[in-house]
């Protein structure tokens, strides 16, 4: 407890394959983004973030938080925001630094765990006067939602969260995507997040050199030339691993958060589906589906994927 290992999930036989589940909902299947209004919300170390909203309920909202890369617009997103606004949600999605089509001011981008820029909008969206606010999170964003909450007791008006395709032990995924076809997913990152560094050594070129971008190949690389050397959080690659890996944090949980981690997830590894420590935990809820892929999660009978659908119900199960 409270490990769930009673699902409900079914989807049809074709996507009881993890790569067709997470190539569909992320290539194939077009959500239609909400019609957000976008906001900028300046930061005290001179940097900004771009956030996408759309208000409907004064009181009750939900806070997106994207994957690797992603950005507030991913077709994930997309599904969850327009799911909650049915259901009446305010809806606030945000972008990590450089994810929402505008390059941010200062060397740092982001990481699994960059909880402070995550607090920003947290405590951004409390001032609008909204005080019953739920955190969807998926991959990354659901690591920096565990990360976040399992070491600042103070959020008060965040009541609970779902992490989706979350990795928990960091490592194990880095490995998990370095291996066979999984290398699909990983080019496409390193593509992405290469051409970001390459342009923070125009930005930066005494703090960045052009060099560093040369011949980055797997995620340690980008971690060990540009994440510990830049953003100062970090000593090497094994504090990275263990300071940014939600496992080490989420003894702090305290409020109910629900992740769905799939058995056939591409990018998780052997390490992120820690049912045991769920079993001891009395605020970590852990649903572990044998398929859904990587931020997929496809359902028989709904455009809208089962993640979605049960983060929804979580929130109403919780009773809050």
């Given at each position: 407890m409270p490990y769930l290992d009673n699902l409900s999930y079914e989807t049809h036989f074709i996507f009881q394959n993890g790569h067709i589940s997470t190539i569909y909902a992320g290539i194939i299947q077009k959500m239609n983004e909400p019609a957000y209004q976008r906001m900028r919300?300046?930061?005290?170390?001179?940097?900004?973030?771009?956030?996408d909203y759309l208000m409907q309920d004064p009181k009750k909202a939900i806070i997106l938080c994207h994957g690797l890369e992603g950005d507030s617009r991913k077709n994930y997103n997309n599904s969850c925001a327009n799911y909650f606004l049915e259901k009446g949600y305010s809806v606030f999605a945000w972008n990590n630094r450089s994810c929402g089509g505008e390059m941010?001011?200062?060397?740092q981008l982001y990481h699994h765990a960059s909880i402070k820029d995550l607090e920003e909008v947290i405590n951004h969206v409390s001032a609008e006067g909204i005080d019953e606010i739920y955190l969807v999170g998926f991959s990354l964003g659901?690591?920096?939602i565990l990360n976040l909450l399992g070491r600042n007791k103070e959020l008060n008006t965040v009541k609970a969260a779902v992490a989706i395709s979350a990795p928990f032990q960091l490592k194990s995924s880095a490995e998990k995507i370095q291996g066979g076809i999984n290398k699909i997913y990983l080019s496409r990152f390193i593509r992405k997040i290469k051409a970001k560094i390459h342009h923070k050594a125009q930005q930066f070129p005494d703090l960045v050199s052009l060099e560093s971008t040369r011949n980055i190949k797997s995620f340690e690389d980008v971690v060990n030339r540009f994440i510990v050397p830049i953003h100062g959080d970090f000593s090497?690659?094994?504090?990275?691993?263990n300071k940014a890996s939600p496992i080490y944090s989420i003894d702090g949980i305290k409020i109910?958060?629900?992740?769905?981690?799939a058995f056939d997830d591409p990018i998780l590894g052997t390490e992120d589906h820690p049912i045991e420590m769920a079993k001891q935990h009395d605020y970590l809820f852990l649903e572990t589906p044998q398929h859904g892929g990587h931020c997929a999660f496809p359902l028989k009978i709904s455009k809208h994927p089962y993640s979605v659908v049960r983060a929804y119900q979580f929130f109403r199960e919780i009773g809050i």
């Open positions: 919300i300046d930061l005290p170390d001179g940097d900004f973030l771009l956030v941010n001011l200062r060397p659901g690591d920096q090497d690659l094994k504090d990275y691993y109910p958060v629900l992740v769905i981690n």
